[in-house]
């Protein structure tokens, strides 16, 4: 029984990765001919969400399954480098939206605007391969005005807009950002019965605080080993198959950031060597 289901656990993991690899294979093939399609149609919100977000959620995916269960570091960094396309696209979305006459009309309110939320993963695969030009860029971009935080002009930014600007407030030590968007975090992770550890370490990394950092990971690793119950995977690590092939992209991020600014922990063992992968934190193009 115990044999079987790892080899269940075994075989979906390599599914993920099978079907990650195939479309990021497929989206080299048609980049072109979608994202002229998304440009032309004025579909800002859309052409967020596939030509940005869904490519870069492939490129994670197979990294960090290349990484940790295929144990194949050199692949799952040419896999990060890839979603260096998504930002080509990105660049071309906002060039494009930028010189549009402010009487354009959209079909919806959302396709005015490119949604942060949509912009993360491309956000940590950038940080994880170590490109500084393009993350600077992609700072740059949340500095306009139609680079929403408020998707579909909703009142609150969605938490992975809250992500996205929290990472770059916590590495610029802009407490007063990290503080202001933490409420709509904590709301989420509350709603999904998700570790409020997340939280925490960013408020380590924003004050600097080394030792407070160094305490919290080994709660950090029991969270990402009991996010393995959830039934469906998500970013901190839920899914018992999903946990097991990927590494925590999450805390890596968090570490990377962390050692950039100058601070140091100790906490570390076997299972955290695989986890937080110091060649992904060390590493900077």
């Known amino acids: 029984m115990t044999l079987s289901k790892k080899k269940s ?10 079907v990650s690899c195939m479309f990021i294979a ?6 072109e001919k979608l994202l002229n399609l998304w440009i032309e149609a004025n579909a800002f919100d859309g052409f967020a ?12 995916m197979a990294a960090c399954i290349a990484h940790r269960m295929k144990n194949d570091p050199e692949k799952a960094f ?53 490109d500084r030009a393009r993350l600077k860029t992609l700072r740059d971009y949340l500095d306009i005005p139609f680079v929403s935080m408020h998707a579909s002009f909703h009142k609150e930014p969605d938490s992975n807009a809250a992500e996205v600007r ?40 924003v004050r600097r605080d080394s030792d407070m950092l160094d305490k919290l990971l080994p709660i950090a690793e029991d969270a ?14 839920g899914g018992k198959s999903y946990n097991q092939a990927m590494f925590d992209f999450y805390v890596t991020s968090v570490l990377k950031i962390a050692k950039d600014v100058g601070m140091h922990w100790t ?10 992968p110091i060649d992904a934190i060390e590493f900077w193009d």
């Open 78 to 130: 040419l896999y990060l480098k890839t979603v260096c396309r998504a930002m080509s696209a990105l660049d071309k979305g906002v060039a494009c939206r930028s010189v549009l006459p402010t009487d354009t009309r959209f079909e919806t309110k959302g396709n005015a605007l490119i949604p942060v939320g949509k912009l993360y993963l491309l956000q940590i695969c950038l940080l994880l391969c170590g």
């Open 26 to 31: 497929e989206r080299e093939s048609e980049y």
């Open 224 to 237: 990402y080993k009991k996010a393995a119950r959830r039934r469906e995977f998500d970013w901190y690590g």
């Open 9 to 18: 656990d075994s075989t979906y993991s390599d599914s993920i990765y099978k």
């Open 267 to 276: 906490y570390s063992n076997e299972n955290t060597k695989q986890l937080w």
């Open 49 to 60: 969400d596939v030509m940005v977000h869904s490519d870069a959620q492939n490129c994670l």
């Open 166 to 205: 929290i990472l770059f407030a916590a590495w610029e030590g802009d407490l007063a950002t990290v503080e202001f968007l933490m409420p709509t975090l904590e709301k989420e992770y509350k709603r999904f019965r998700i570790s409020d550890i997340y939280t925490k370490l960013w408020s380590a990394v």
